[in-house]
């Protein structure tokens, strides 16, 4: 069965410091993965995604970037955080058989 | 572009009593609809979903929702609720063309015993 983890789970940083949020997959391959933010606990914003090794698209500007080195592994990163950047990070990815996408159990930033 | 919405912030059932979480989106051909539920502090997860055939599709935690093309809505639905179904309720879309999925605002569910 396929299983997502996504680590650290909680993360307090000041502003102007480095982030890094790691997501990897176990029981698929070359799945599509999926980067979320989600404020207040409410709506989610879709960051980036990806369909394959170095291949990234983002769907906002932002102060984050993220990274695909390897096939089942999906990176999230800033060189300088800002307040606005604290939030709830979710990572996703697309099943077998397709269509549907499944999360891993969050990431919580707090910038202070 | 696909969207979807939940026009309300906060649904209140007793428990026993029928719920409905409300859907309705906006895509372009034809809709790949999803429903998934959020406890606190935790992932999403995935609930039930529609693709085609059947127009009342059943998941997990005795759930349902009925895809409804003529009022573009995919509204979520269990006979007797649950305390413990109290959670946030999303509703998504996936646009086909870039395999993007897209969410609503969030409905919070309450049970009351």
């Known amino acids: 069965s396929q299983t997502i983890h996504q680590w650290p789970a909680t993360l307090v940083q000041p502003v102007g410091s480095p982030l890094s949020l790691e997501c990897t997959v176990e029981?698929?391959?070359?799945?599509?993965l999926y980067w979320y933010r989600q404020a207040a606990g409410r709506g989610l914003q879709l960051l980036f995604y990806?369909?394959?090794?170095?291949?990234i698209s983002s769907e906002v500007p932002q102060n984050l970037s993220a990274s695909r080195p390897q096939d089942r592994q999906f990176i999230l990163s800033s060189k300088k955080l800002l307040l606005s950047d604290s939030g709830f990070y979710l990572c996703?990815?697309?099943?077998?058989?397709?269509?549907?996408?499944?999360f891993g159990e969050g990431s919580w930033l707090t910038v202070v | 572009a696909q969207s979807v919405a939940q026009p309300e912030d906060q649904v209140n059932v007793a428990e026993g009593n029928p719920l409905t979480v409300k859907c309705t989106y906006s895509?372009?051909?034809?809709?790949?609809l999803f429903w998934y539920v959020q406890y606190p502090n935790r992932g999403l997860q995935f609930l039930l979903k529609?693709?085609?055939?059947?127009?009342l599709v059943k998941g997990s935690y005795g759930f349902e929702a009925e895809f409804n093309k003529s009022q573009t809505s995919f509204h979520l639905k269990k006979p007797s609720a649950l305390v413990s179904d109290s959670a946030l309720y999303f509703c998504a879309v996936r646009d086909p063309n870039f395999n993007k999925f897209y969410f609503g605002s969030g409905t919070k569910l309450n049970v009351k015993p």
């Open positions: 996703a990815h697309q099943g077998e058989p397709g269509n549907t996408i499944y």
């Open positions: 029981g698929t391959s070359n799945p599509n």
């Open positions: 990806s369909v394959g090794i170095g291949q």
């Open positions: 895509v372009s051909g034809n809709p790949y």
């Open positions: 529609y693709i085609t055939g059947d127009n």
